[in-house]
Nanobody
Framework: VQLQASGGGLVQAGDSLSLACRVS????????LAWFRQAPGKEREFVAA????????HYSDSVKGRFTISKDATKSMVFLQTISLNPEDTAVYYC???????????????????WGQGTQVTVSS
């Protein structure tokens, strides 16, 4: 499975940004897809995930209500729509995928087998 993220950029506080990740290889419908982010000097942290089947979505408390994860199976893509960005959202954003896993591990980066290259999001104050 290969992932390629895009859509990052430099925005101002309060702005919106849409990230996209193209997924190739594997069986898209059987993948749990997620976004993580990593700010300089910090560990990689969970942002959002959408389970295979697309029924359930999960968010970190810091982005809940501002970010929305979705996917388009016809295009094999996963998206992260963001609004009301603030400087604390500045990070490299990574899309990730895994084939199987129990729900309780969905926020753990170590439980994802496949990673994209990351896209930089910078929010200026």
């Amino acid at each position: 499975v290969q992932l390629q993220a895009s859509g990052g950029g430099l925005v101002q506080a309060g702005d919106s940004l849409s990230l996209a990740c193209r997924v190739s290889g594997g069986s898209f419908s059987r993948l749990t897809l997620a976004w993580f982010r990593q700010a300089p000097g910090k560990e990689r942290e969970f942002v959002a995930a959408i389970r295979y089947g697309g029924v359930s979505t999960h968010y970190s408390d810091s982005v809940k209500g501002r970010f929305t994860i979705s996917k388009d199976a016809t295009k094999s893509m996963v998206f992260l729509q963001t609004i009301s960005l603030n400087p604390e959202d500045t990070a490299v954003y990574y899309c990730a995928a895994r084939n199987t896993g129990i729900l309780s591990t969905i926020r753990q980066p170590s439980m994802y087998s496949y990673w994209g290259q990351g896209t930089q999001v910078t929010v200026s104050s």
